[in-house]
């Protein structure tokens, strides 16, 4: 009896023994060569989502865009293809979403004076029609006309049937008027009201706002609204504004053949309305295969868009402008990728969580 009791005691020590020793292997092994497969990490490289994050965040937010040429397939570009800079110094990636909802895009229309040199109206006859062949249904839009005065001469809609509008619409006057600010202040007024999570707006010009024939026009119709207050005020719409300069004979009118200092000068406000709300500037050479060609990458751009999150490794609450720089590493065999986005953002002032976008 007591022989068999020792026995018990001796098997119930080895299994001890056996079972002390699997779990030390088993801690030692975990530490060592675990299945990376069966690991949770601490902290993922970024957030990869379905949904868009909420308004109040202490992200910054990125609206890219990026475009294949016109004949090519945009790759599938995941998180990994992106490289976040500000001010040069790199920064990771917190929030990551393909974001295709629908769009709604106020169509700026210059039919002045300007525009009828030199067959312009002929290259944006189909620009209308060629932005939107392929539209999401649910996608909607507006054609805002302007020269003397801007006006609404189609209200919102989704029917891409409307869009079959012939240039020039009637003018007030002869005069190379052209109310470029008034109506890019009219179309972000307008795009308030739109029903879409984004917004845009697609500007087709010849530039020289408020004539560039001496200063009868900017007396009669008062003074144009200063590009620095048309940029603030663009710059707190949620909305991204494209254009087109179609601008063959820069300098010149109608009516003397006197320089127009301008049409330069508006070429540079579009360059700072593009790059602040991340948009495009195009200098749009004068032909309507070339305009068209500008329609398709725009609209190819706004089908599908990423939206990029990121924390700031510059914690400063200074108010000071930041630049911003997006690069993409298209997988290989990949064409030519063009991206952009937001030129840059104001910090926040201390005790302001917002940040301004530049």
């Known amino acids: 009896m007591n022989r068999l009791k020792a026995r018990s005691t001796a098997v119930v020590f080895v299994l001890l023994i056996f079972a002390l020793t699997l779990s030390s292997l088993a801690q030692f092994q975990g530490q060592r060569g675990m299945d990376p497969r069966n690991q949770q990490p601490a902290q993922p490289a970024a957030v990869v989502s379905t949904e868009p994050p909420p308004l109040e965040t202490d992200l910054v937010l990125l609206t890219v865009s990026v475009t294949a040429p016109e004949k090519s397939q945009l790759p599938s570009l995941p998180r990994e293809r992106f490289e976040v800079f500000e001010d040069g110094v790199p920064q990771k990636i917190a929030y990551f979403w393909e974001d295709s909802r629908p769009i709604s895009v106020g169509l700026v229309i210059d039919d002045s004076d300007f525009m009828g040199r030199n067959r312009k109206f002929d290259d944006i006859r189909d620009v209308v029609p060629t932005f939107l062949k392929g539209k999401n249904p649910a996608d909607e839009y507006f054609v805002l006309q302007f020269s003397t005065f801007p006006r609404m001469t189609v209200s919102y809609t989704t029917d891409a049937k409307l869009a079959n509008i012939l240039f020039p619409a009637g003018k007030e006057d002869a005069t190379p008027d052209t109310a470029l600010s008034d109506a890019i202040y009219l179309g972000l007024e307008a795009i308030k009201e739109s029903a879409n999570p984004r917004k845009a707006l697609l500007i087709i010009t010849a530039g020289g706002d408020k004539g560039c024939n001496g200063s009868q026009a900017n007396v009669r119709m008062g003074e144009p609204i200063p590009p620095e207050k048309l940029l603030a005020f663009a710059m707190k719409q949620p909305v991204q504004i494209y254009s087109m300069l179609i601008a063959d004979d820069w300098g010149t009118v109608a009516d003397g053949g006197t320089a127009c200092n301008q049409i330069p000068a508006d070429e540079n406000t579009l360059d700072e309305l593009a790059g602040a709300t991340g948009g495009h500037a195009y200098l749009a050479p004068n032909s309507q295969g070339g305009v068209n060609a500008i329609a398709i990458e725009v609209a190819r751009a706004l089908k599908t868009q990423f939206l990029i999150g990121y924390k700031s490794t510059n914690t ?25 986005t937001k030129s840059g953002y104001y910090a926040p002032k201390r005790g302001q969580t917002s940040l301004t976008p530049k």
């Open 316 to 340: 400063a609450t200074d108010g000071h402008r930041r630049g911003v720089k997006v690069k993409v590493n298209p997988p290989d065999g990949s064409p030519k990728l063009k991206v952009w």
